[in-house]
């Protein structure tokens, strides 16, 4: 069984800056593509950024620029800096890991953490 436990939400005055931080734990093989999703009041969830266990990054285009994912392997933890918050970027964001386990592969989630930024 997989956990992912995600930290690091808060509030924050727009133009602040916030880290989140994601760690996986349990019987864990390897760990494929890890991302960040949110999800706002209202609204659907979407894909903010991923991060494939090569290094390469990808971001939606409202965050270019302005939020940094990066992944500690050895630690099996995935970060998002968050730098130039704006109030739209308001939402419970989630972690998510393509894991292996013995016997299995799945998509695992966390249970989010809120991030709420003021104008």
């Known amino acids: 069984q997989v956990q992912l436990v995600e930290s690091g939400g808060g509030l924050v005055q727009a133009g602040g800056s916030l880290r989140l931080s994601c760690v996986a734990s349990?019987?864990?093989?390897?760990?494929?593509?890890m991302a960040w999703y949110r999800q706002a009041p209202g609204k659907q969830r979407e894909f903010v950024a991923a991060?494939?266990?090569?290094?390469?990054?990808t971001y939606v285009e409202s965050v270019k620029g302005r939020f940094t994912i990066s992944r500690d392997n050895a630690k099996n933890t995935v970060y998002l800096q968050m730098n130039s918050l704006k109030p739209e970027d308001t939402a419970v964001y989630y972690c998510?890991?393509?894991?292996?386990?013995?016997?299995?592969?799945?998509?695992?989630w966390g249970q989010g953490t809120q991030v709420t930024v003021s104008s």
């Open positions: 998510n890991a393509d894991i292996a386990s013995p016997g299995t592969r799945r998509i695992n």
């Open positions: 349990g019987r864990i093989v390897s760990i494929n593509d």
């Open positions: 991060i494939a266990d090569g290094g390469r990054t």
